[in-house]
């Protein structure tokens, strides 16, 4: 169990990382989405692919494809691409992206007409009008459908173990391959991203009730 | 002499083959109050989302205390040339709206504060102050920490009086703002409404309460089909109205309410 939980810091990385940057990635797509044309035929070809295809694919695509060609490997994202640490948090975050980037959408659709139209009245511009209306709202909306996603990429985060990376289930199976173990080594792991996943859906529950107080039953 | 506060010339607005607004020409002078009463359909409404450019005209002219508002040409549809002028004269109107339009995120104070801080950039700390005197003032001082949901539609009308009274506007434009309400939360909105009519403040009201606008106006504007069949002073045009089909509407209205 304690040689399991060494495996956890890399987990907890692999998930945060491509988490977070996979939420503003997300924004950015779902705002690519709402807008002019070009862009939302790109967003549209790039959900459909990614959600469209296994992550195990374009994990491996990402880490034993990229390499194959010659101006990836000079250019100068190849000291990143050529770790399978940074080939792993990139193929979680663009997958994640695709998923969240429809939940932001949808988050965006739930914003009331009226909210956006009052601060179109009161002048404000449509950088301001995003930024202090329109996200708020929207993100808020797709919080609870979101920390779906974020629990698939806590679990997704074992497919990393394919590229070499020692995280919970990587070092879970070379445990296993050691001391054939194999019941009492998973149902271990298995406890450990139950507690991750339970932490988060928490986490998410207790965010949820701080932003949107105003759902809140009772006076003021 | 100074220009006056709004002047609207020969506004047209069609929706598809739908004409809405069939060339209407308006000049609201500082401290009027002007009601603009008609038939559902009859385009007050629209005429009054104009003058913020909510609603773009197909043609016409409109000025915010002498300022044209500058338009141009895209594929075949006018535009306004300039979103900043757009966004500068919009912060100059005080809107409300007859679904209150909250920002649900926000709290009441919040709400008041937001333009202000935000599109104005006044400082937070003197924006604050003055939305505690304006929520006092529409008798919401004790809410200014609740939530839009947690109170009812005559609280949040007069929670959106004070976010637009905020803006220090120009004129004040309200768009039916009692007709979503509940009849027995009425009676505070106009009220708040009278108060500020009797301040002086530059107002135009869609309503369809015909007693309020025959009590509060300086002037009332009867529009029928896209026009203005007939307007004058509240005593003239609801006691002595020239136009029959006014006078048909007034009737209608007074035998619906007294029914």
């Known amino acids: 169990m304690g040689q399991l939980l060494g495996g956890l ?3 907890l990385e692999l998930a945060s990382i491509s988490i977070s940057a996979g939420i503003v990635l997300a924004t950015a797509l779902a705002l690519l989405r709402a807008g002019l044309r070009p862009g939302a035929w790109f967003v549209r070809g ?15 695509l990402i880490y034993y494809g990229l390499g194959q060609l010659g101006w990836v490997r000079h250019s100068v994202l190849w000291p990143f691409l050529r770790q399978p640490y940074w080939c792993a948090i990139l193929a979680l975050t663009l997958n994640t992206a695709a998923y969240g980037s429809e939940i932001i959408r949808g988050g965006l659709q739930a914003v009331p007409a009226g909210a956006v139209e009052a601060g179109r009245a009161a002048g404000m511009s449509r950088p301001l009008l995003y930024r202090r209306i329109v996200l708020p709202l929207a993100l808020r909306q797709a919080l609870p459908a979101y920390s779906n996603e974020m629990i698939s990429m806590i679990k997704a985060t074992s497919l990393a173990s394919i590229v070499t990376m020692m995280e919970l289930s990587g070092i879970a199976y070379a445990i296993i391959s050691e001391t054939y173990r194999a019941l009492e080594v998973f149902l271990c792991a298995g406890a450990i991203y139950l507690t991750l996943t339970f932490l988060l859906s928490r986490a998410v529950a207790m965010a949820e009730a701080w ?10 | 002499m100074t220009a006056p506060t709004i002047t609207l010339t020969n506004i047209r607005k069609s929706f598809g083959t739908l004409n809405v607004l069939k060339g209407i020409s308006l000049t609201a002078h500082e401290g009027e109050v002007i009601s603009i009463i008609g038939a559902s359909g009859s385009g007050k409404s629209t005429l009054l989302r104009c003058i913020p450019l909510l609603e773009v005209p197909d043609s016409g002219e ?4 002498g300022e044209v508002v500058r338009m141009k040409t895209r594929a075949g549809r006018p535009v306004p040339a300039d979103a900043a002028q757009v966004n500068r004269l919009r912060a100059s109107l005080g809107f409300v709206f007859q679904n209150f339009n909250l920002w649900a995120h926000l709290t ?36 200014r920490g609740a939530y839009p949901a947690q109170l009812s539609g005559g609280q949040q009308q007069r929670v959106a009086i004070a976010r637009a009274l905020a803006m220090r ?22 009220h708040v409404i ?5 301040e002086g403040r530059t107002m135009l009201i869609v309503t369809h309460e015909m007693a309020f606008a025959a009590d509060v106006s300086t002037r009332a504007i009867f529009l029928h089909d896209g026009q203005i069949e ?8 609801f006691n002595a109205p020239q136009s029959d089909r006014t006078r048909a509407f007034i009737a209608r209205h007074l035998n619906r309410h007294s029914a």
């Open chain 2, 169 to 190: 506007p120009r004129a004040l434009l309200f768009d039916e703002p009692t007709s979503a309400l509940d009849p027995e939360l009425v009676g505070e909105v106009l």
């Open chain 2, 230 to 237: 007939e307007q004058g002073p509240p005593g003239q045009l």
């Open chain 1, 211 to 220: 932003l949107n107080p105003h759902l809140r039953a009772g006076t003021p």
């Open chain 1, 46 to 60: 790039y959900v459909y692919v990614l959600r469209g295809t296994p992550l195990l694919l374009q994990i491996f």
């Open chain 2, 194 to 198: 009278a108060d500020l009519a009797a």
């Open chain 2, 62 to 65: 409109i000025a915010i205390a």
């Open chain 2, 108 to 143: 009441v104070l919040q709400n008041v504060i937001e333009a202000p801080v935000h599109v104005q950039k006044r400082p937070r700390a003197e924006a604050m102050a003055e939305a505690e005197t304006l929520l006092e003032k529409v008798g919401l001082a004790d809410k």
């Open chain 1, 9 to 11: 810091p890399l987990t």
